[in-house]
Structures are given as structure tokens and as C-alpha cells.
């Protein structure tokens, strides 16, 4: 069936350094990769998305990249901040259904 | 805009309850997804409304579980008779017409005892 998975589960930088969370996806379908952010208690936040016909999208200190062959997506933020600590999810989407990676908790060392 | 807005925020129910969750869609989306999060599973889908119908219920893991959507900017998520293995946080998300971004509201902890 469907699967996303995600590595690492968890990641620790120190502040300043870079964080990359790699996520592989099953279904060919898929079109659209959004990747979501969430705080402890709080929604999960969108906050940068890919589609399958572009390989590399960048929004000031994160990028996406896609590689549609491999059915490799991935996240990259740079220059870390502590507030970027938090659980970062992967999703893929070929209609209406994400599915999502079961999530890396990135802690951003002071 | 306000978002996606659940209520309530936080429910502690005895088991054998009926839970009722609500979600209020962003104005002008007409999709909304309910789903359920938990450490052992992640998020689930649970159920998929497209223009107020039920398109996709496969996730609904019960028959103890029953959502509506009685019109096109509000719906509930109803559990009878709660159990503590329903122990969760549900999120319902919702999305435009045509745009795949799905945006979340803040979500509703369930603890059944």
C-alpha cells in the first residue's frame, strides 16, 4: 500500500548548523509534498510545499528538493534557530489523501 | 480569517461516553479531513468530506465512529461509547477547491478514562 517513510526520527544540530530530514515515498501517483512543522501542543503548520514538476523549491532558510525517479523528497533548513526545534512532518499526496511520515524531532542546541 | 477552528479544546470522558468533536472550516474551503494523532500511529486519516459528502471513510477504525458534515462550513466527529484506546488528539483540516494545502485547527485532546 501507500507509505511514507522518514528518517531520521529524531536530530540534534547546533544552533547555526544546517538540518536535513529525508523522506521516500511507494506511491508513482504522487504529486504534491508538503512538508508541516509542529510545536509541542500545537496544529501542524505548513510551511513549504513541493510539486512533482519542479525539483527545488527555497523560502528564505528552508528548501524542498524532489527527486521523482528516486521517490526521494527532502527538507533542508539552514542556519538553525532554537525555534525551529520541533516536530517536522513529510506528506505525500496524489489526489485529496496525504500520507504523512511518522515525523523527526529536530532540537536546535544553544 | 480565523482557520480552522475545533472545539473543544480538551475533553476528559469516562468510558461508555459519547464524545462529540466539531470543527468550524475556513470560509471558502470544501474539503475537510478529519484525522487522529497518536505516538504509536502517527496521523491517520480518518474520514475525507468533499462538498458536505463523505468521499473516503475508510480510516474510521469503528463503528463507535460517526462524522457529519451537515453543512458546507462545519462538522462533527462523534464517538459512542468512547473507550480509552480513543485516546487521542483529532485535528480536522480543511482545503480550497482546487489547492491541495491543507491547513489544520488546533486540535482536540480526547483522554478517555
Known amino acids: 500500500g501507500e507509505n511514507v517513510e522518514q528518517h531520521p526520527s529524531t536530530l540534534s544540530v547546533q544552533e547555526g548548523d544546517s538540518a536535513v530530514i529525508k523522506c521516500t515515498y511507494s506511491?508513482?501517483?504522487?504529486?504534491?509534498f508538503p512538508w508541516y512543522k509542529q510545536e509541542l501542543g500545537k496544529r501542524p503548520q505548513l510551511i513549504i510545499d513541493?510539486?512533482?514538476?519542479?525539483g527545488e523549491k527555497k523560502d528564505q532558510r528552508i528548501a524542498v528538493t524532489l527527486n521523482k525517479t528516486a521517490k526521494h523528497f527532502s527538507l533542508h533548513i539552514t542556519e538553525t534557530q532554537p525555534e525551529d526545534s520541533a516536530v517536522y512532518f513529510c506528506?505525500?499526496?496524489?489526489?485529496?489523501?496525504?500520507?504523512f511520515g511518522t515525523g523527526t524531532r529536530l532540537k536546535v542546541l544553544a | 480569517d480565523a482557520g480552522v477552528i475545533q472545539s473543544p479544546r480538551h475533553e476528559v470522558t469516562e468510558m461508555g461516553q459519547e464524545v462529540t468533536l466539531r470543527c468550524k472550516l475556513i470560509?471558502?474551503?470544501?474539503?475537510l479531513f478529519w484525522y487522529r494523532q497518536t505516538m504509536m500511529r502517527g496521523l491517520e486519516l480518518l474520514i475525507y468530506?468533499?462538498?458536505?459528502?463523505?468521499?473516503?471513510d475508510s480510516g474510521m477504525p469503528e463503528d463507535r465512529f460517526s462524522a457529519k458534515m451537515p453543512n458546507a462550513s462545519f462538522s462533527t466527529l462523534k464517538i459512542q461509547p468512547s473507550e480509552p484506546r480513543d485516546s487521542a488528539v483529532y485535528f480536522c483540516?480543511?482545503?480550497?477547491?482546487?489547492?491541495?494545502?491543507?491547513?489544520f485547527g488546533q486540535g482536540t485532546r480526547l483522554t478517555v478514562v
Open positions: 506528506a505525500a499526496s496524489g489526489t485529496y489523501k496525504y500520507i
Open positions: 506511491d508513482s501517483a504522487s504529486n504534491y
Open positions: 513541493i510539486r512533482s514538476n519542479v
Open positions: 470560509s471558502g474551503h470544501n474539503s
Open positions: 468530506f468533499n462538498n458536505n459528502v463523505p468521499i473516503d
Open positions: 483540516a480543511s482545503n480550497l477547491r482546487g489547492r491541495p494545502e491543507a491547513f
